[in-house]
C-alpha cells in the first residue's frame, strides 16, 4: 500500500481516513455529521471501539485535535478502557512508528 518512500502518499492516507470513517459509522449506522456533533472525548472512545488505529488515524479521521486525542489516550489507559498494541507498527496515516489501539473490550479483555 505504500510507495518507496517513508511517507505514505495524500491518495493513501485519504483511502485510510475514509475506511476508518466507513467501518465506525457503519458501526453505528450514523452518518458523519452526527458522530461529528459528539463530544471529541466521546468521539474517540467511540471510534476505537470499532477499529484499531493509532492516535493520529483516528484524530485525522473523525476531527479530534491530536494533542486531545493523546490526552483521551493517557486517561482511557489509566480507566483500563483503552489497550495499545505490543509492538509499534508504520502508521498508515503518517508513515511514523506508532502503537495500535482499541477501546473493544473484546480485544482488551482477551
Known sequence: MYNKGNKPT??????????????????FKIDLNTFLNITEEVRYLKALSKVTATNRG???????????GTRYKRTFEKQGFLKQSKEKIKCRYSGAKAHNLTTNPNIINS
Not at 495524500?10 to 458501526?27: F, S
Not at 483516528?58 to 486531545?68: D, K, L, M, Q
Request: charged content about 15%; hydrophobic content about 40%.
Open 10 to 27: 495524500e491518495h493513501e492516507k485519504a483511502l485510510y481516513i475514509a475506511y476508518l470513517q466507513k467501518e465506525v459509522l457503519n458501526g
Open 58 to 68: 483516528i484524530c485525522t479521521a473523525f476531527n479530534i485535535h491530536v494533542p486531545n
